[in-house]
């Protein structure tokens, strides 16, 4: 085969399976052995070129770390996102029962208030590198929202392809940006099904088909953004909501390049994976001791996890191996306490995926998994405000009476579940 063309700073797709190069063009799947594909970087250029220094003259955005990401010009999407709060949560650790606590709240993440702005803002941008006009997704949700907002800042058309029962905030937040938005009788894996075949049949970009190699690359923005804030330092324990496993692995992959290209020193760490009860293939696989999933039917008010065959759950249960990861997962009670807790500790609304992360790291803490002198970041991945339907009638109650003190004061008297400061 002839030698491939470099752009920017990657390299090739590499094959994850059998190492086999293809250009740099649309496509995400081995011929040999169908295998996924992902960006193969120059990582001796990168050295030379990122360095700590240089990274502190760049905007707060995900964009600082460019080389890392994978666009051979200047991105021309989603410029001002990422660069979200690590946030010292030191209520919470009380609560949980550990030394050290952090929160990555990507719960504030621009434009749609999501992680899934990282990955969608270099799909966009490489789509738009390679040509294409139309962009398209298959969602649980929030990457719907952040495909037609995104889509709509940078003048391209879109479809986003959703299951049927999908949260109302989130179909309103993907309308409201004027995409094409597709309602599908199914579940996920079932619109995951269709998207692939209409990929083949249509000339568009589908971020999480024919784009994901570069698209799955924007969630190591995440990771790099946690490393500085820490100090440049890897975080003993991070804890990750697994829907498809790709953040979680992608994680994995910013502290090793980080590491590679010497911004950071190598040092232990792990990394924990946290799944809803109702849709928990990777961490049922993964307790079981087992190298492999078994796909599930999803059942679970975590919609943004709901992908009962995770693309990258394989890649996953290998990471827990080489970090010494450990996994769990929680009912949909225990996603509800979850929430409720981070926003009475912390002031942070998180969606249901945020309650997923918070209550299997409470578990893990418990266990010893996460050890209670250590210190551990949790991945925040979406807002609250999207999944208002989870909580709505567990949130609390409010009290109604008349203008008047008199009225107050008795119900202050009268209701000894009210405190008073």
């Given amino acids: 085969m002839p030698k491939l063309k470099q752009q920017g700073f990657m390299k090739a797709l590499q094959c994850r399976e059998c190492g086999r190069e293809y250009p740099l063009e649309a496509r995400h799947v081995c011929e040999f052995d169908f295998g ?10 990168i050295k030379s ?3 700590r220094a240089a990274i502190a003259k760049r905007p707060h955005s995900m964009w600082r ?3 890392l990401l994978p666009v051979a010009k200047a991105p021309t999407v989603g410029l001002e996102v990422g660069f979200t709060p690590l946030i010292k949560a030191d209520r919470l650790a009380k609560r949980l029962g550990i030394r050290e606590l952090w929160i990555k709240n990507d719960a504030v993440n621009y434009p749609t208030l999501s992680f899934k702005d990282r990955v969608v803002s270099v799909a966009l941008s490489r789509a738009r590198e390679l040509g294409y006009e139309t962009v398209a997704c298959a969602s649980t949700g929030n990457l719907a929202n952040s495909v037609a907002a995104n889509a709509a800042a940078s003048g391209m058309k879109a479809f986003v392809f959703i299951p049927h029962d999908l949260e109302k905030g989130k179909v309103i937040n ?3 940006y004027g995409a094409n938005v597709i ?8 619109v995951n099904r269709l998207c692939a075949e209409i990929a083949g049949k249509y000339d568009w970009a589908f971020v999480n088909v024919n784009m994901r190699p570069y698209y799955a690359e924007g969630s190591k923005s995440q990771g790099f953004e946690i490393l500085e804030q820490l100090g440049w330092k890897i975080p003993r324990h991070t804890v990750v909501p697994m829907a498809s496993g790709s953040l979680l692995t992608k994680i994995h ?5 980080f590491i590679k290209v010497g911004l950071v020193k190598k040092s232990n760490y792990s990394v924990h994976g946290a799944q809803a009860t109702g849709c928990s293939p990777i ?9 492999f999933f078994k796909p599930v039917k999803p059942d679970t008010i975590a919609k943004s996890l709901a992908i009962g065959t995770p693309a990258d759950g394989f890649y996953a249960l290998k990471v827990f191996k080489e970090t010494g990861g450990a996994s769990d997962d929680v009912t949909d009670d225990e996603i509800r306490e979850g929430i409720k807790l981070l926003a009475e500790t912390e002031g942070i609304f998180s969606e249901t995926a945020g309650g997923v992360t918070v209550g299997v790291a409470k578990k893990l803490i418990a266990s010893g998994a996460i050890p209670a002198d250590d210190s551990a970041v949790l991945c925040i991945t979406g807002n609250g405000l999207k999944t208002l339907d989870a909580v709505e009638n567990h ?12 009225e107050f004061d008795a119900l202050l008297d009268s209701d000894k579940t009210l405190t008073t400061k």
């Fill in 36 to 45: 996924p594909l992902e960006v193969a970087y120059d990582y001796a250029k």
């Fill in 49 to 51: 070129k990122l360095t």
């Fill in 65 to 67: 770390y460019r080389e």
């Fill in 174 to 176: 993907s309308l409201i």
């Fill in 183 to 190: 309602s599908i009788k199914g579940h996920y894996d079932e």
């Fill in 253 to 257: 992959k910013s502290y090793q390049e």
């Fill in 283 to 291: 961490s049922t696989a993964h307790r079981a001791g087992q190298d």
């Fill in 395 to 406: 949130a609390g109650r409010t009290r109604n009476i008349s203008p008047s003190l008199r």
